[in-house]
């Protein structure tokens, strides 16, 4: 049989199987067989397309292929689960380079028809700007740059200038695809565009700008696979572009914003509230906040980006154990975008060893809000500012929030009184049936763990 | 026409991709991001034949640094991907 023909059919398995191995995702207790299935089918896709006959070489393929695993086992092993952003991030953009490279290898390779340079720039843009991209969004997420969102004057029409002249000079290359020098100037641009993107996006909006990425990687896959007429990309970079998209989609909805309102909103004046939250804060402390725990039947834990900073995971598992012996029932409630990035709360929790059929979503806790005795809220803000329901005119109004206030006791751990990310006030901290208590979300944890043991 | 055929291939793709995912619990989603980090390593299938082919220096040159990067996606992804769905269990 042909070797070509051979290899295409074991893509079409292969195909098959990353399909069936995302289907299996869709549930915690197949979920782990399916990613096995997906790296089955990448495996026998590699091994397979080393039987084609264009490769004469084998050398450096060996050497590439095993210092890259090298790096991958080291990285997967030593990323801490706080971490996650960042290297989600991180992969995003080494896979965008890696198309990126691919695309530029093709274009310099040989001289290439209108169809193919075209395709060929497309994919080698897409894999710039999800590099350099990425980068930015990695050096935000680990604080290496500013959080905050990063602007200039006149940024927006520079960098709408920016994609007009990487327009001009990839249609420049496509009239003359022998030209290096337009080669390199695409590279340039794409790189800078990425840059120029992230940079004015702030901390808060990065599960956004993470999927958004996600999926680019994937679509940067998809174009390399029509400039190199391999099926197997498209398929593959077209799973990973949808699934990107659909999370940059949820997460979107989740902050009740536009993804254009996402990416721009950093240009725009802050909107200064006129309405200033005023009421009394009402403190309690670990011991007091104990005896209420300890009375307490249904407990609703909502955590918050701020129990990833302060490593609190572990310390909410061992108070649910207690509760628990204590006949009271704990769940957690998990907004679509507390953490940093879609699912990071979920992840925590899991590690801390938290069953996932406690892991319920907003619309599933926020029915039944009036029936929890105590809402704990450690260390998040804005997913539970009862303002996004009852202020017009708040910046976060309109947005869906997890309605802990509507609980019969609310505690928030919190470090101090500053606002959340979004800068807004929280009406929350005011309420009657709100009692703050002060401190770092895994001593104020440990503290009521230890009242318990007594 | 080959173009024509590969974008069937895509919109099909495109299809089921967004039927599958959407039935993604949230709680999964970070899994689901690195998986989807290790299938966009895809691009190795690419690479390899760049990088032990004969079209020039500079394409081999390039294919091998898409194999290096496409590797790290591949192994890292999938290793991490199966760590945190380890963690998820059912008391």
Redesign the interface.
Known sequence: MDTTIFINIVYVIAAAL??YG??L?????T??QG??L??IA?LV??IV??L?Q?????N??I???L???A???Y???K?E?TG?PE??SL??G??G???A??A???M???ELTT?LATISVIALIIGAVTFSGSLVAWGKLSERISGKPIVFKSQAIANYGLIAVTVLFSALYVIFPSSITFIVLVIALALAIGVMVVLPIGGADMPVV??LL?SY??L???A???A?????????????????I??TN?MCKAMNRSLVNVLTSGFQEVVSMDIVVEGEIKPISADDAFYVLEAAQSILVIPGYGMAVAQAQHAMKELQELLENNDAEVVYG?H?VAGR????M??LL??A?V???L?L?MDEVNPRMENFDVAIVIGANDVVNPAARELKGSPIYGMPVINADLAKNVFVIKRSMSSGFAGVDNPLFFKDNTRMIFGDAKEVLNNIVRQFAD | MIAIYLLFILMLAIFVGFELIQKVPATLHTPLMSGANAISGITILAALVLAGGESGEAATVLGIIGVFFATINVVGGYLVTDRMLAMFKKK
């Open positions: 990353f399909i995302l289907k995702l869709g549930h915690p207790a979920a782990r990613n096995k997906s790296a990448m896709a590699i397309t080393l084609d264009n490769i004469v070489s084998y450096w393929i050497i590439s292929v210092s890259g695993s790096v991958g086992v990285v997967s092993k990323v689960m996650m290297l989600v992969f995003n080494v896979g380079l890696a198309s490279a691919v530029i290898a093709a310099v390779g040989s169809g993470i999927s996600n990687s994937g940067a896959a998809c390399a696979g029509f190199l007429e391999n099926n197997l990309l498209i398929v593959a970079g077209a799973l990973v572009g949808a699934s990107g659909i999370l949820i998990i679509p990035m879609p699912g990071h979920n992840v899991a590690e060893d069953s996932y059929d892991l979503e």
